[in-house]
């Protein structure tokens, strides 16, 4: 791994310093962010005020139009949202935000084995014979053209919203909200739930009815946010860090159930622990278990149901955590037949393709090549594709579509369905689109900060850093170095012992520290003998209502 540090302009720190009154630390941290001087206010400071208006949106007039005809008629309105976190926060926040208005408001969450992804007939049927008029379809539906024509032949009204990029150019058939189409709307990275909440805000905005209720339940659009690894930069900087304020005093009673379950402080949580606690239980309802149930998880009230709900959780984690690790070791070892390669395309009948996707994403990073998986099941290939740098796989099958029965996603991100006997000639065009891509991404590179000793970490540091929060993609974590370090007590643990904690000493003081998936780089025998050069940042944590700083290591190298 190459530690790449950030360079800075004296000047241009000073400058910063002594306009906007900042610590040179913070300062740095922007300007390694490439914020420009004169955006450092808003971004700093960005507050709800600052959100886009939702009716720059084109045809957002006809939506809440709509909408707004459905209350006074009394109309049943039914949220059809994709199985995914993203998909289930957006169908239960615009739920709750159409009953507090009083829209009788119902959700459908598809089941992923049976009927797969997007608006089906299945689900359209189920709608009307429950005298549903109206689906608004959350995080999905830009591609289901021939169900909406259905929904409509049976007198069903069908607004989109989603983020996905769309397939075939006939939106004048289709009532759509997605931000990648508009022209207007100026930011294009929202997730499903961030359009569901544009759209819910446009709604009260054109009623004139109190934001409060819409603000309060932030926290559920947070989530699904960065579930999604949406960008976190402009609106989604403003819905992630307003959510996790929320998130503090959650009118959600199933969060504050989920959180007391994993001894996880609500006044300390950070997108770290949203991505790799929170997301991973809600997802596994959707890739193992009953979908539905993940919407039950926001809506219900009900405290000992909330912890059947996540027991099912856990349970559908566990299955999926096996599910995977298997796929991943079975890949591993083919791939280390391998002598050379540019992506990798594999197929099996023993995969579960609820968690291939998972597992693609893991390949890419580990290999730094695009993956497709492929998971069979009586003669159709369900797969899931994940990218790298400068390789865009949804242009790649947009291009080649012919020979998919369907397909969808995002540039790095996306999935197909396919009859198998086409499979060989989808990997011909597939590889001759990735071999004709300009591949932009250096391998194994760590982007560091600043070098920052241990020594100086404590709670006003630490305070500093929370002003360029919240972190995640287009605003990653802050990485620091510090070297001449000694490791003591070495403890192994996790799956295959692939992690490790520690304590480090420096000039007498001892410093308590994690690294995941970094034990194989620490000797088993002789550690105490050598010292260590490691990239990391300081973190916050709560147990057992006691907190502690903890040094997070992302990378570790032994000192010359």
Request: glycine letters at 6%; aromatic letters at 10%.
């Given at each position: 791994?190459?530690?790449?540090?950030?360079?800075?302009?004296?000047?241009?720190v000073?400058?910063?310093?002594?306009?906007?009154?900042?610590?040179?630390?913070?300062?740095?941290?922007?300007?390694?962010?490439?914020?420009?001087e004169?955006?450092?206010?808003?971004?700093?400071?960005?507050?709800?005020?600052?959100?886009?208006?939702?009716?720059?949106?084109?045809?957002?007039?006809?939506?809440?139009?709509?909408?707004?005809?459905?209350?006074?008629?009394?109309?049943?309105?039914?949220?059809?949202?994709?199985?995914?976190?993203?998909g289930?926060?957006?169908?239960?926040?615009?739920t709750?935000?159409?009953?507090?208005?009083?829209?009788?408001?119902?959700?459908?969450?598809?089941?992923?084995?049976?009927?797969?992804?997007?608006?089906?007939?299945?689900?359209i049927?189920?709608?009307?014979?429950?005298?549903?008029?109206?689906?608004?379809?959350?995080?999905?539906?830009?591609?289901?053209?021939?169900?909406?024509?259905?929904?409509?032949?049976?007198?069903?009204?069908?607004?989109?919203?989603?983020?996905?990029?769309?397939?075939?150019?006939?939106?004048?058939?289709?009532?759509?909200?997605n931000?990648?189409?508009?022209?207007?709307?100026?930011?294009?990275?929202?997730?499903?739930?961030?359009?569901?909440?544009?759209?819910?805000c446009?709604?009260?905005?054109?009623?004139?009815?109190?934001?409060?209720?819409?603000?309060?339940?932030?926290?559920?659009?947070?989530?699904?946010?960065?579930?999604?690894?949406?960008?976190?930069?402009?609106?989604?900087?403003?819905?992630?860090?307003?959510?996790?304020?929320?998130?503090?005093?959650?009118?959600?009673?199933?969060?504050?159930?989920?959180?007391?379950?994993?001894?996880?402080?609500?006044?300390?949580?950070?997108?770290?622990?949203?991505?790799?606690?929170?997301?991973?239980?809600?997802?596994?309802?959707?890739?193992?278990?009953?979908?539905?149930?993940?919407?039950?998880?926001?809506?219900?009230?009900?405290?000992?149901?909330?912890?059947?709900?996540?027991?099912?959780?856990?349970?559908?984690?566990?299955k999926?955590?096996?599910?995977?690790k298997k796929?991943?070791?079975?890949?591993v070892?083919?791939?280390?037949?391998?002598?050379?390669?540019?992506?990798?395309?594999?197929?099996?009948?023993?995969?579960?393709?609820?968690?291939?996707?998972?597992?693609?994403?893991?390949?890419?990073?580990?290999?730094?090549?695009?993956?497709?998986?492929?998971?069979?099941?009586?003669?159709?290939?369900?797969?899931?594709?994940?990218?790298?740098?400068?390789?865009?796989?949804?242009?790649?099958?947009?291009?080649?579509?012919?020979?998919?029965?369907?397909?969808?996603?995002?540039?790095?991100?996306?999935?197909?369905?396919?009859?198998?006997?086409?499979?060989?000639s989808?990997?011909?065009?597939?590889?001759?689109?990735?071999?004709e891509?300009?591949?932009?991404?250096?391998?194994?590179?760590l982007?560091?900060?600043?070098?920052?000793?241990?020594?100086?970490?404590?709670?006003?540091?630490?305070?500093?850093?929370?002003?360029?929060?919240?972190?995640g993609?287009?605003?990653?974590?802050?990485?620091?170095?510090d070297?001449?370090?000694?490791?003591?007590?070495?403890?192994?643990?996790?799956?295959?012992?692939?992690?490790?904690?520690?304590?480090?000493?420096?000039?007498?003081?001892?410093?308590?520290?994690?690294?995941?998936?970094?034990?194989?780089?620490?000797?088993?025998n002789?550690?105490?003998?050598?010292?260590?050069?490691?990239a990391?940042?300081?973190e916050?944590?709560?147990?057992?209502?006691?907190?502690?700083?903890?040094?997070?290591?992302?990378?570790?190298?032994?000192?010359?």
């Open positions: 791994m190459y530690w790449d540090y950030s360079n800075y302009d004296e000047s241009q000073e400058r910063i310093i002594s306009k906007h009154n900042l610590s040179v630390e913070v300062t740095k941290l922007l300007l390694s962010r490439e914020i420009e004169e955006d450092v206010d808003k971004f700093l400071n960005s507050n709800l005020n600052d959100l886009e208006d939702p009716f720059d949106f084109e045809r957002m007039d006809e939506v809440v139009e709509k909408i707004i005809r459905a209350r006074k008629n009394h109309a049943k309105v039914f949220i059809f949202g994709d199985y995914d976190v993203d289930i926060t957006a169908s239960v926040y615009l709750i935000a159409l009953r507090s208005i009083g829209i009788e408001t119902s959700y459908y969450i598809p089941n992923r084995m049976d009927e797969g992804y997007g608006l089906n007939r299945q689900a049927d189920y709608v009307n014979e429950r005298n549903g008029k109206v689906i608004i379809t959350v995080d999905t539906g830009i591609n289901s053209i021939e169900d909406v024509e259905y929904a409509v032949s049976l007198g069903i009204e069908v607004i989109i919203t989603d983020h996905h990029k769309i397939i075939k150019d006939e939106k004048n058939k289709l009532l759509i909200i931000p990648k189409l508009s022209k207007a709307y100026k930011f294009k990275y929202l997730s499903g739930v961030g359009v569901a909440f544009k759209v819910a446009a709604v009260y905005k054109e009623l004139g009815e109190d934001f409060k209720t819409l603000y309060d339940y932030l926290d559920i659009v947070m989530i699904g946010t960065i579930a999604d690894v949406m960008p976190l930069n402009s609106e989604n900087r403003i819905i992630v860090k307003k959510g996790l304020d929320s998130l503090k005093n959650t009118k959600v009673k199933g969060i504050k159930v989920l959180l007391n379950y994993l001894k996880l402080s609500p006044k300390e949580i950070s997108t770290t622990d949203i991505s790799f606690f929170i997301s991973p239980m809600l997802n596994a309802l959707g890739r193992i278990g009953r979908s539905r149930t993940g919407a039950e998880f926001f809506l219900e009230d009900d405290e000992v149901k909330l912890h059947s709900i996540i027991e099912d959780m856990k349970k559908s984690n566990n999926r955590r096996l599910y995977e796929i991943f070791d079975d890949i070892q083919q791939v280390e037949l391998m002598d050379d390669f540019k992506y990798l395309f594999l197929k099996s009948e023993e995969w579960h393709h609820g968690v291939i996707g998972v597992v693609a994403s893991r390949l890419a990073v580990k290999y730094n090549v695009p993956v497709i998986l492929i998971s069979l099941h009586n003669n159709l290939g369900k797969a899931s594709c994940r990218s790298v740098s400068g390789i865009n796989i949804f242009d790649i099958l947009n291009k080649n579509s012919d020979k998919l029965v369907r397909f969808g996603g995002h540039d790095y991100a996306a999935g197909f369905i396919v009859e198998e006997e086409n499979i060989e989808v990997e011909k065009v597939i590889a001759k689109g990735i071999g891509s300009q591949k932009e991404s250096k391998k194994g590179i982007k560091i900060d600043y070098n920052y000793p241990l020594e100086m970490v404590d709670e006003n540091f630490i305070t500093e850093l929370a002003k360029v929060a919240p972190y993609v287009a605003n990653r974590h802050p990485l620091f170095t070297k001449n370090l000694k490791f003591v007590r070495v403890k192994r643990f996790g799956v295959e012992d692939k992690h490790f904690k520690t304590f480090i000493e420096k000039n007498g003081k001892i410093y308590s520290a994690v690294g995941f998936n970094l034990a194989y780089k620490i000797a088993e002789d550690y105490e003998e050598k010292t260590y050069e490691i990391y940042y300081p916050k944590i709560c147990y057992n209502n006691i907190e502690t700083i903890q040094i997070k290591i992302k990378d570790v190298k032994v000192n010359d």
